[in-house]
């Protein structure tokens, strides 16, 4: 569809093609590409943030109070040979759900939903901790 300087319904100065170019100040500049492109990363990571906290409080739900803050975490390995790193999942997460999920139980570092830092191959693994990691975790590191 064409749209035609005649058709500016919000602005009957402008209506016409040979109104002149809008100027404007430098206090009302619009933002920015890069201030635009910030914000919109920032949005999206405020959605991710509020849906991780969202799931964490469905699952506690479910668990009734089940999950304790001194339960170690469970642990999940990329199955890419060249990477086989252990990404930790969120305390309310169990692995076997996870693994169940999964196309012929191989799960990968792209998959990890729950924290995006580490949902690549490229991110380092995160720091073990001494209490709450597996034992075959630390043999492997």
Known sequence: SKWYCSMNKNDPERARCSAPEEEYDAATTPESAMDQRTRKHLRLWVRRLHGNEAYENRQRKKRSGTANAKEP????????PSCGKWRMLLRSMDASTIMDQ????????????????AASC???????????????????H
């Open 102 to 117: 999964c196309k012929d139980g191989e799960w990968y570092c792209v998959m990890n939903t729950w924290d995006e830092k």
């Open 122 to 140: 490229g991110a380092a693994q995160e720091n073990l901790p001494a209490l709450g990691c597996p034992p075959w975790v630390m043999r492997d």
């Open 73 to 80: 975490y469970e642990w999940i390995r990329c199955c890419n």
